[in-house]
């Protein structure tokens, strides 16, 4: 999603760090992980993933994306509006216009799964090229590989 929404071609892991915080009896386990990355056009990305889902969370996971420009934010909440709502597919938009609540739940598709399968099945490059996914998944095994174990 960074190459996509960045527009940069490649992009250098600046730190990674994992840890297994919660799961001693299994050291190899890793329930924690970031990244940095610093694309060749000068944009920047944090990531984190972990599994540390509270049971009282209304869903699996809180997926969160934000998206910074020079005049404005998207903050886009995947599954839940945590202590508000139930449903998914919040979007905020934040500019020199004022703040807004776009609900997308109905209102937008999936097409890039479909055009993925597509892509498999068709040998096309559709949903994304196969230069984009093989510099996404070289940019995973980079942050993997320098990736500080900090517990």
């Not at 540390?52 to 869903?59: A, K, S």
Request: net charge negative.
């Amino acid at each position: 999603q960074f190459l996509t929404f960045s527009g940069a071609t490649d992009a250098t892991v600046q730190h990674a760090a994992v840890a297994n915080y919660a799961h001693p009896a299994t050291p190899e386990f890793e329930d924690f992980g970031e990244a940095n990355l610093l694309g060749n056009n000068g944009a920047t990305n944090y990531i984190r993933v972990d599994w540390f889902t509270p049971p009282g969370l209304g869903t699996w996971g809180d997926g969160r994306m934000v998206i910074l420009g020079e005049k404005g934010y998207i903050e886009l909440r995947k599954y839940i509006e945590v202590g508000r709502e139930k449903t998914g597919d919040h979007l905020y938009l934040v500019d020199d216009k004022g703040e807004q609540h776009i609900e997308l739940a109905g209102k937008v598709g999936f097409r890039f799964f479909g055009e993925l399968i597509l892509d498999c099945l068709n040998r096309t490059e559709k949903a994304m090229t196969q230069a984009h996914a093989f510099k996404a998944a070289e940019l995973c095994l980079k942050a993997q590989a320098v990736a500080r174990k900090i517990a």
